[in-house]
Antibody, heavy 115, light 108 residues
C-alpha cells in the first residue's frame, strides 16, 4: 500500500521562494502519477497538477500554470512543488496524492505566507 | 474544464439514517472516472469510491457510488458517528481534473 510523507510546515514572507516535498514509499514510484492539491483555509480542494515521475511528464490546471512548478526525483522517490515568488494568497495546506484518483494522500504541508 | 457542482451544500441527518449526496458535471465525465473522498477536520482527504462505483480498499459497503455521464451519487446507509464529515467528488477523466465544492454531512 502506498505511503506519502510530506515536508513540514513553512512560514515565508511574500516574494520568497519555496520548495516542498512528498516522499513515496511502499510502491514503485515510477509506476504512478503524483498529483498536488491545494486547500485554502476553510475552503475546498483544488487540483493543481500532476507528474509522471518515470519521464517527468507534467500537466497543470490552467489556474496554476505558470504559478508553480511540479517536479520529481525518481532516484529518491520524491515529488516537489515549488514557488519562485510567494504571495499571501498562497497561504494554504498543500497535499500530494498518488494517481489520478488519489488513492493515497500525504499528510499535508501548511504554507503560511505573511509579512 | 469540467465544473462539478455538489448538492446539497450541507446535509443534516441523524445517526442510523441514509445520506444521498449528488455531484453534477458540466460535461460528460469520460469513462465514469469519478471519485468520492471523505475529509474530517484536520485530516487529509481519503478515497471512498473510484470509477463512479468501485469502493476503495477497506471502505465498508454502507458506502456506495452510482451514476454515469453527468450525474453521480454517493449513498451512505446506516450512518455512523464517524461518517459526519465533508465529502468531495472529483472527476479525473479529463485534464485538468476538478473537484466539487464539497458537501458537509452534519449531525442533526
Amino acid at each position: 500500500e502506498g505511503h506519502l510523507v510530506q515536508s513540514g510546515a513553512e512560514v515565508k514572507k511574500p516574494g520568497e521562494s519555496l520548495k516542498i516535498s512528498c516522499q513515496a514509499s511502499g510502491f514503485t514510484f515510477t509506476d504512478y502519477w503524483i498529483g498536488w492539491v491545494r486547500q485554502m483555509p476553510g475552503k475546498g480542494l483544488e487540483w493543481m497538477g500532476i507528474i509522471y515521475p518515470a519521464d517527468s511528464e507534467t500537466k497543470y490546471s490552467p489556474s496554476f500554470q505558470g504559478q508553480v512548478t511540479i517536479s520529481a526525483d525518481k532516484s529518491i522517490s520524491t515529488a516537489y512543488l515549488q514557488w519562485d515568488s510567494l504571495k499571501a494568497s498562497d497561504t494554504a495546506t498543500y497535499y500530494c496524492a498518488r494517481a489520478y484518483y488519489s488513492d493515497s494522500w500525504g499528510q499535508g504541508t501548511l504554507v503560511t505566507v505573511s509579512s | 474544464e469540467i465544473v462539478l457542482t455538489q448538492s446539497p451544500d450541507t446535509l443534516s441527518l441523524s445517526p442510523g439514517g441514509r445520506a444521498t449526496l449528488s455531484c453534477r458535471a458540466s460535461q460528460t465525465v469520460t469513462s465514469s472516472f469519478l471519485a468520492w473522498f471523505q475529509q474530517k477536520p484536520g485530516q487529509a482527504p481519503s478515497l471512498l469510491i473510484f470509477g463512479a462505483s468501485s469502493r476503495a480498499t477497506g471502505i465498508p459497503d454502507r458506502f456506495s457510488g452510482s451514476g454515469s455521464g453527468t450525474n453521480f451519487t454517493l449513498t451512505i446507509t446506516r450512518l455512523e458517528p464517524e461518517d459526519f464529515a465533508v465529502y468531495y467528488c472529483q472527476q479525473y477523466g479529463s485534464s485538468p481534473c476538478s473537484f466539487g465544492q464539497g458537501t458537509k454531512l452534519e449531525i442533526k
